[in-house]
């Protein structure tokens, strides 16, 4: 099975209805796609994964090659309680914590921000189409992730380094995400996460010319009634190489009141005589008209 691929430069054109059709298939039926003619400054990508490589480099290998997980994982002793990754996580919006990471530079400060501004924008363009699909107001999920200081964006960045014994030890183990879109820029040339799909686990390949691998978290299965679902994924060690991952998180303030989106929701809390005789009306016409109207009736507080 081949991961749906959505061309945002489609959506300019004729073929704006498919592209359209294609992401909410994405979403309702895998939980994940990936993104081109996203926008975003791919020489900036590159940057940025080769600068963040570099503060691994200097600042975490040595450490976590040291740890008392390695060692464990040397003893050939399985860690089910532990991932094997090195990471950090940067807060940008609504407040930055990035120049109180240690030995961080500014170049990297200065190059992360100009990143994560283009990556808001796409996260925001996607939210639009995912609430059009949804046949939403576009500004629904915008609106509903603001609270009072605008929604929560961050960065998680990790590396999961080379492992001796992959079979004894998880990347990451297997996780929903809680947040709402999450982007992912991954390496190019090792693999290493899987999405459950159907029952089975699918190995997403690595990212060839810095395509964005986006994938909904919880609150989006919230608001849309569950009608597109987060997905169970992992990270499995491996053995050649180290898998670099720069996952940022499109997420609701922590004041945010998330609840399904009213228009999704069916009608509830009437006495079925009354849909009844609503019914003996309309028996022959769509139902979605009748559900709503029954929606207005209870919102309305009366019966019949």
């Given at each position: 099975?081949?991961?749906?691929?959505?061309?945002?430069?489609?959506?300019?054109?004729?073929?704006?209805?498919?592209?359209?059709?294609?992401?909410?298939?994405?979403?309702?039926?895998?939980?994940?796609?990936q993104v081109d003619s996203h926008g975003?400054?791919?020489?900036?990508?590159?940057?940025?994964?080769?600068?963040?490589?570099?503060?691994?480099?200097?600042?975490?290998?040595?450490?976590?090659?040291?740890?008392?997980?390695?060692?464990?994982?040397?003893?050939?002793?399985?860690?089910?309680?532990?991932?094997?990754?090195?990471?950090?996580?940067?807060?940008?919006?609504?407040?930055?914590?990035?120049?109180?990471?240690?030995?961080?530079?500014?170049?990297?400060?200065?190059?992360?921000?100009?990143?994560?501004?283009?990556?808001?924008?796409?996260?925001?363009?996607?939210?639009?189409?995912?609430?059009?699909?949804?046949?939403?107001?576009?500004?629904?999920?915008?609106?509903?992730?603001?609270?009072?200081?605008?929604?929560?964006i961050g960065t998680k960045v990790a590396i999961y380094p080379?492992?001796?014994?992959?079979?004894?030890?998880?990347?990451?183990?297997?996780?929903?995400?809680?947040?709402?879109?999450?982007?992912?820029?991954?390496?190019?040339?090792?693999?290493?996460?899987?999405?459950?799909?159907?029952?089975?686990?699918?190995?997403?390949?690595?990212?060839?010319?810095?395509?964005?691998?986006?994938?909904?978290?919880?609150?989006?299965?919230?608001?849309?009634?569950?009608?597109?679902?987060?997905?169970?994924?992992?990270?499995?060690?491996?053995?050649?190489?180290?898998?670099?991952?720069?996952?940022?998180?499109?997420?609701?303030?922590?004041?945010?009141?998330?609840?399904?989106?009213?228009?999704?929701?069916?009608?509830?809390?009437?006495?079925?005589?009354?849909?009844?005789?609503?019914?003996?009306?309309?028996?022959?016409?769509?139902?979605?008209?009748?559900?709503?109207?029954?929606?207005?009736?209870?919102?309305?507080?009366?019966?019949?």
């Amino acid at each position: 099975m081949a991961i749906p691929v959505i061309d945002l430069a489609e959506l300019h054109g004729d073929k704006r209805s498919k592209t359209m059709t294609s992401l909410h298939e994405a979403c309702e039926k895998w939980g994940f796609f990936q993104v081109d003619s996203h926008g975003v400054d791919k020489k900036l990508m590159e940057k940025v994964k080769e600068m963040v490589n570099g503060y691994y480099d200097e600042n975490l290998k040595e450490k976590f090659y040291e740890s008392e997980m390695t060692k464990s994982l040397n003893k050939n002793e399985k860690i089910s309680d532990m991932d094997w990754e090195s990471t950090f996580f940067i807060w940008h919006r609504p407040n930055s914590n990035i120049n109180q990471i240690p030995n961080i530079t500014k170049q990297l400060c200065e190059t992360m921000e100009e990143y994560i501004a283009q990556l808001i924008k796409l996260a925001e363009t996607l939210s639009e189409l995912i609430c059009e699909n949804l046949g939403l107001d576009h500004n629904h999920i915008k609106q509903t992730f603001c609270g009072t200081k605008g929604p929560s964006i961050g960065t998680k960045v990790a590396i999961y380094p080379q492992c001796p014994n992959p079979d004894l030890v998880r990347g990451l183990r297997e996780h929903t995400d809680a947040g709402g879109i999450i982007l992912l820029l991954q390496d190019d040339q090792v693999p290493g996460v899987e999405f459950l799909k159907d029952g089975q686990w699918f190995r997403i390949p690595p990212s060839k010319n810095n395509t964005i691998f986006v994938n909904t978290g919880d609150q989006i299965e919230v608001i849309s009634n569950g009608k597109y679902k987060s997905v169970l994924h992992r990270v499995m060690a491996e053995k050649q190489g180290n898998r670099l991952s720069i996952a940022t998180f499109y997420n609701p303030g922590n004041d945010a009141v998330i609840s399904p989106a009213p228009e999704l929701l069916y009608p509830g809390n009437y006495q079925f005589g009354d849909y009844l005789k609503l019914y003996s009306t309309t028996k022959f016409l769509e139902k979605g008209p009748r559900f709503e109207s029954m929606k207005t009736t209870m919102v309305n507080g009366h019966h019949g």
